[in-house]
């Protein structure tokens, strides 16, 4: 029987291609997942760090590592990322009687679960005059995991500006405010606004604190 020699190439192409995706795709998500590990790594590191840790000389002895909720990628999500071309400056609420400056950037929409969310990114003025910070975004968002087994004040999100209209939102790397570690008065943190309450639970990032007595 005589086969034609495309279809032999053809036959062996095919599983090659196929195993050549698998790898890719793989190989990305190892990537998100050390780039994860490795943000809270540096994040403990910091808490045990005397110049760098929200949390008082006798909490830091006792320290055993922050509360997170375990890796799961399908809460790094593509954001389609809206710039506005209008910011302005208003005082947004904090913990304390504080009220920085901030302006609305732009906004990042994305997908979970088969419906679509909106969250509003929001840039310091204060903050992008600090070397490294110049093109520092910023995300205070709630959901519906706060109270119960997340910070109910919320959690934070850090972006970079993104070069173009797209942008990866990893809930893997949302922490809580510092002033969540029982810091009472030491810490002025951002409120989320109310824009940015989303109406489902986000059970990825940082858990809420619990100090070890």
Do not use: W
Not at 60 to 70: C, I, S
């Amino acid at each position: 029987m005589h086969i034609d020699k495309n279809i032999l190439r053809l036959m062996f192409l095919l599983p090659l291609a196929f195993l050549c995706s698998h790898t890719f795709a793989q190989l990305a998500l190892d990537s998100a997942t050390n780039e994860i590990i490795a943000h809270r790594t540096k994040q403990e590191s910091e808490f045990r760090d005397p110049l760098k840790s929200p949390l008082e000389k006798k909490d830091r002895k006792k320290f055993k590592g922050l509360k997170y909720y375990p890796i799961d990628l399908t809460y790094r999500v593509n954001a389609t990322f809206q710039k506005n071309e209008t910011p302005v400056l208003f005082k947004m609420k904090t913990s304390t009687t504080r009220l920085p400056d901030y302006s609305k950037y732009g906004t990042v929409t994305f997908a979970l679960n088969g419906e679509s969310y909106t969250l509003e990114v929001y840039q310091s003025p204060d903050v992008m005059k600090m070397p490294g910070y110049e093109n520092y975004l910023f995300i205070p968002f709630t959901d519906q995991t706060n109270g119960k087994e997340t910070y109910d004040g919320g959690r934070y999100i850090e972006l970079r500006i993104p070069s173009g209209n797209e942008v990866i939102v990893d809930f893997n790397q949302c922490y809580n405010p510092y002033c969540s570690y029982g810091s009472a008065g030491k810490y002025s943190c951002p409120i989320p606004p109310a824009e940015n309450a989303l109406p489902i639970s986000i059970p990825a990032g940082e858990k809420k604190f619990k100090e070890v007595h």
